[in-house]
């Protein structure tokens, strides 16, 4: 198959040795992830140095939050205004459990912090009700952002990425993921290990953590990081991190359990650093391999629903 147009990311197999990489020599045989989809980039060049069905649509969960994370950015909106927690909308309320207060007020920048480093989904609800137009204007930008980033295989259909309906390829969260790197905010939040929220109205505060633990991992240099998880997405994360000098961007998408994207993550760290990945635990394994086999139906569902 050939090269998804602007990403240089293969939609399946190995891409073409980039020999302006000091990693050209990189054997493609050599990794094994337990991730069904995958993308791994060079940020500086924008070459491919592994990807497996990268073309394949599918839910992101919270992965959609750097989205949200980036419309918010680039409406201008005040920051350091204090915003309104408002009565969750009826998919935010059914799925995703919130400590914070209903009708509390917490500045614009903690929620976008909150979003990203904790996934707290009330806190990507509120950016978006206080958009201008609301929710679906903030999801129609949301959409069109994708659109001016190249991400054609990709549909939003809320905030925070609890509906199924949140469609996208690994190649297209390629792009999401060197847009944000843009953002100095989406960066700094995102890879805060610990924060304490402070709200007024009545005055209270809540401590949060990362829910990416390579962030407290010395060994790790991490610029970026966005986990995600639905039940019809499987564990989702991606990361910037830096390897040898150079920035490397992950998508590792639908993986077996909350360990099996970290240990791919170290699994990409060890084949760019030693040239061997080492092996996929077999249950996740099973899990890749299995999912694999069902991606034509699972297809045909994610196209009849966007």
């Given at each position: 198959?050939?090269?998804?147009l602007?990403?240089?990311?293969?939609?399946?197999?190995?891409?073409?040795?980039?020999?302006d990489?000091?990693?050209?020599?990189?054997?493609?045989?050599?990794?094994?992830?337990?991730?069904?989809?995958?993308?791994?980039?060079?940020?500086?060049?924008?070459?491919?140095?592994?990807?497996?069905?990268?073309?394949?649509?599918?839910?992101?969960?919270?992965?959609?939050?750097?989205?949200?994370a980036?419309?918010?950015?680039?409406?201008?909106?005040d920051?350091?205004?204090?915003?309104?927690?408002?009565?969750p909308?009826?998919e935010?309320?059914?799925?995703?459990?919130s400590?914070?207060?209903?009708?509390?007020?917490?500045?614009?920048?903690?929620?976008?912090?909150?979003?990203?480093?904790?996934?707290?989904?009330?806190?990507?609800?509120?950016?978006?009700?206080?958009?201008?137009?609301?929710?679906?204007?903030?999801?129609?930008?949301?959409?069109?952002?994708?659109?001016?980033?190249?991400?054609k295989d990709?549909?939003?259909?809320?905030?925070?990425?609890?509906?199924?309906?949140?469609?996208?390829?690994?190649?297209?969260?390629?792009k999401?993921?060197?847009?944000?790197?843009?953002?100095?905010?989406?960066?700094e939040?995102?890879?805060?290990?610990?924060?304490?929220?402070?709200?007024?109205?009545?005055r209270?505060?809540?401590?949060?953590?990362?829910?990416?633990?390579?962030?407290?991992?010395?060994?790790?240099?991490?610029?970026?990081?966005?986990?995600?998880y639905?039940?019809?997405?499987?564990?989702?994360?991606?990361?910037?991190?830096?390897?040898?000098?150079?920035?490397?961007?992950?998508?590792?998408?639908?993986?077996?359990?909350?360990?099996?994207?970290?240990?791919?993550?170290?699994?990409?760290?060890?084949?760019?650093?030693?040239?061997?990945?080492?092996?996929?635990?077999?249950?996740?394994?099973?899990?890749?391999?299995?999912?694999?086999?069902?991606?034509?139906?699972?297809?045909?569902?994610?196209?009849?629903?966007?």
């Amino acid at each position: 198959m050939g090269l998804l147009l602007g990403t240089g990311v293969m939609a399946s197999g190995n891409p073409p040795a980039d020999t302006d990489s000091p990693w050209a020599e990189l054997d493609r045989d050599r990794i094994q992830l337990g991730a069904v989809k995958a993308a791994v980039v060079e940020l500086e060049t924008g070459k491919t140095l592994y990807a497996k069905h990268a073309d394949w649509v599918t839910p992101i969960a919270s992965i959609t939050k750097v989205m949200t994370a980036m419309v918010v950015l680039d409406s201008q909106q005040d920051l350091a205004a204090w915003v309104t927690i408002p009565e969750p909308d009826r998919e935010t309320r059914k799925n995703a459990y919130s400590r914070m207060r209903i009708g509390s007020e917490l500045r614009r920048r903690d929620l976008i912090r909150l979003a990203l480093m904790s996934s707290e989904n009330l806190a990507a609800y509120t950016l978006a009700a206080s958009f201008p137009g609301g929710v679906e204007a903030f999801v129609a930008q949301m959409n069109a952002k994708a659109r001016a980033l190249g991400m054609k295989d990709t549909r939003f259909a809320d905030p925070s990425g609890l509906s199924r309906n949140n469609l996208s390829t690994a190649a297209d969260l390629v792009k999401m993921l060197l847009a944000a790197a843009e953002y100095p905010q989406i960066r700094e939040y995102s890879t805060t290990p610990r924060y304490t929220a402070r709200f007024r109205g009545p005055r209270y505060s809540l401590g949060y953590g990362n829910t990416n633990r390579l962030v407290h991992r010395g060994s790790w240099d991490i610029g970026l990081s966005k986990t995600g998880y639905i039940t019809e997405a499987g564990r989702c994360l991606v990361l910037l991190s830096e390897f040898e000098g150079r920035e490397v961007a992950m998508v590792l998408l639908d993986a077996f359990g909350k360990l099996t994207p970290l240990g791919d993550a170290g699994r990409v760290k060890r084949w760019i650093t030693t040239g061997d990945s080492g092996r996929v635990a077999g249950a996740a394994l099973r899990y890749e391999q299995s999912k694999a086999k069902q991606y034509p139906r699972l297809q045909a569902d994610a196209t009849s629903a966007r």
